[in-house]
């Protein structure tokens, strides 16, 4: 969700007449989009203001949004006086007006909204992808897990009407991306606010009548709510691939309780099942959380035994850790470091043994790859390209001769499963060059070539403002 924020952010700053700074090119403008779900958040960000407090000295103007920004409100500003503006996750739309303020009157400007008065995806935006796209189907959440700052920051859910999302779906499109991924706290909770309890499903089969949209994936579905006309939509409609991240976060149901996780593991696993039984080549992937205040032995044993039983195809695993303002971080029965370390390793290793015994079973199998840019950090010495199967796994390939784009679509045979991803050494056996290849190319045949010197002289008037981060240079 953030990483689509900084996308809407980027785009209303375009239409400001910002440009972004080339690399190593001092900015003007640096922004902070920050996330309090992440460890540390906070001495993160005021690190990174210290780090900048050279720069600003010689003029640069800084804003600082997101949750952090929403839970620290004002306290950014006494810890880092230095900093322009800071705003909420309601006031997106303003931090135009906010720097433009900041400047004019050269005091620090702050605005904070309760509710959500312009829903983001109406915000002009500068996508990262020419093939792939997030959709904000909906912001906030109505639920209260306990150890999740997310409902106090975002608020209550509200949802986009289906007509709005499946506009800018066909406008993605037309402009040459494959695939969408519907983005919400909670997409199974989606149409509540406008009364009608089966609007995922329902926009999940507009999605398939969108000629061009190869793929629709949706995060995050959440198993209180996740219901069988769901299941059937997926499996019926042809462009909605066969992956699924379905958090688990324990599988204790006396931990699922205190995480007031309005589901227990014989659902979870149940909703599996059903989603196996109506699409069998679904690959299911999940979040767990290890060590939550209260977690005995038994409850982790509890949480092996399911991953065990639920042949994840992928698991984000986390180490609990206090988040303040949320009421895990009151319980008193923290669980000491060591222990949820050592319940991780655990945990980590029977993840790693699981997922890589469902890759292996691929070895020989055609796999469906979407060419992406930036998936394989070893591509350029291993001369292989790297994209996601039909299924969401990671496959590295041999390209051969077949140069492929990202955004084309190449049809690979899996020579090799590895814990981690699908490996293909063999020559492709097709690659399709599509519209989103195309639009790929173009927008890397415009993009900016060369980085201007970094110069601390004062940016002339008439200059364009640049964004970005400026470059650390190297020692000597
Ligand atoms: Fe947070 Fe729970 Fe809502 Fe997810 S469902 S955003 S974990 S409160």
Same mark, same amino acid.
């Not at 900048?52 to 003029?59: A, C, D, E, S, Y």
């Not at 991306?177 to 706290?185: H, I, M, N």
């Not at 055609?366 to 950090?377: F, I, N, P």
């Given at each position: 969700?953030?990483?689509? !924020?900084?996308?809407?952010?980027?785009?209303?700053?375009?239409?400001?007449?910002?440009?972004?700074?080339?690399?190593?090119?001092?900015?003007?403008?640096?922004?902070?989009?920050?996330?309090?779900?992440?460890?540390?958040?906070?001495?993160r960000l005021y690190g990174n203001l210290g780090h900048?407090?050279?720069?600003?000295?010689?003029?640069m103007q800084i804003a600082v949004g997101g949750c952090l920004a929403q839970m620290e409100r004002t306290r950014i500003t006494q810890r880092a006086p230095w900093v322009d503006v800071v705003y909420g996750t309601h006031n997106m739309a303003s931090l135009p007006a906010l720097l433009e303020r900041a400047r004019v009157r050269n005091e620090a400007q702050a605005e904070f909204a309760e509710t959500l008065e312009t829903f983001p995806s109406l915000l002009p935006a500068r996508r990262q992808s020419a093939y792939a796209a997030w959709v904000a189907i909906s912001v906030g959440c109505n639920n209260t897990c306990t150890f999740c700052i997310v409902p106090s920051l975002r608020g209550k859910e509200k949802d986009r009407r289906?007509?709005?999302?499946?506009?800018?779906?066909?406008?993605?499109?037309? !402009?040459?991306?494959?695939?969408?991924?519907?983005?919400?706290?909670n997409v199974n909770s989606y149409g509540a606010e406008f009364g009608d309890r089966h609007a995922f499903g329902r926009l999940l089969r507009g999605c398939g009548e969108i000629g061009g949209l190869e793929r629709v994936r949706f995060t995050s579905p959440h198993p209180r709510d996740f219901t069988d006309d769901v299941i059937e939509a997926m499996a019926e409609t042809p462009n909605v691939m066969p992956s699924l991240h379905m958090p688990l976060q324990s599988g204790s149901?006396?931990?699922?309780?205190?995480?007031?996780?309005?589901?227990?593991?014989?659902?979870?696993?149940?909703?599996?099942?059903?989603?196996?039984?109506?699409?069998?080549?679904?690959?299911?992937?999940?979040?767990?959380?290890?060590g939550f205040p209260g977690e005995t032995e038994e409850d982790f044993a509890d949480t092996l035994d399911l991953v065990r039983q639920a042949s994840f195809a992928g698991a984000f695993t986390f180490r609990y850790s206090v988040r303040p303002g949320t009421p895990a971080a009151a319980m008193d029965d923290q669980v000491p470091a060591g222990v949820v370390q050592e319940r991780y390793e655990r945990l980590t290793a029977l993840v790693e043994e699981t997922t890589y015994a469902e890759n292996q079973k691929l070895?020989?199998?055609?796999?469906?790859?979407?060419?992406?840019?930036?998936?394989?950090?070893? !591509?350029?010495?291993?001369?292989?390209?790297?994209?996601?199967?039909?299924?969401?796994r990671l496959v590295h390939f041999t390209p051969d001769q077949t140069a492929p784009r990202p955004?084309?679509?190449?049809?690979?045979?899996?020579?090799?499963?590895?814990?981690?991803?699908?490996?293909?050494?063999?020559?492709?056996?097709?690659?399709?060059?599509?519209?989103?290849? !195309?639009a790929w190319a173009a927008a890397a045949a415009s993009?900016?070539?060369?980085?201007?010197?970094?110069?601390a002289a004062p940016v002339p008037a008439a200059a364009p403002v640049l964004l970005g981060m400026p470059a650390r240079h190297p020692a000597g």
């Open positions: 969700m953030n990483a689509h !924020d900084s996308e809407r952010l980027a785009g209303l700053l375009d239409e400001a007449g910002y440009q972004a700074a080339a690399d190593g090119e001092t900015p003007d403008v640096v922004v902070f989009n920050t996330c309090a779900v992440r460890e540390n958040a906070a001495d900048l407090l050279p720069q600003k000295k010689k003029g289906p007509g709005d999302i499946l506009g800018e779906i066909r406008a993605l499109v037309a !402009d040459g991306v494959l695939e969408v991924t519907l983005l919400g706290q149901d006396r931990i699922l309780k205190a995480m007031r996780r309005a589901y227990r593991r014989d659902r979870y696993l149940a909703i599996l099942d059903r989603v196996r039984a109506g699409i069998p080549d679904a690959a299911i992937t999940t979040d767990i959380i290890v070895a020989g199998t055609t796999v469906e790859v979407l060419v992406a840019e930036g998936e394989g950090r070893k !591509d350029a010495a291993t001369h292989r390209m790297s994209g996601r199967a039909r299924d969401n955004g084309d679509v190449v049809t690979v045979t899996v020579t090799r499963g590895a814990p981690h991803y699908l490996l293909s050494d063999a020559t492709p056996l097709s690659v399709r060059r599509t519209q989103a290849g !195309d993009a900016p070539v060369s980085a201007a010197p970094v110069s």
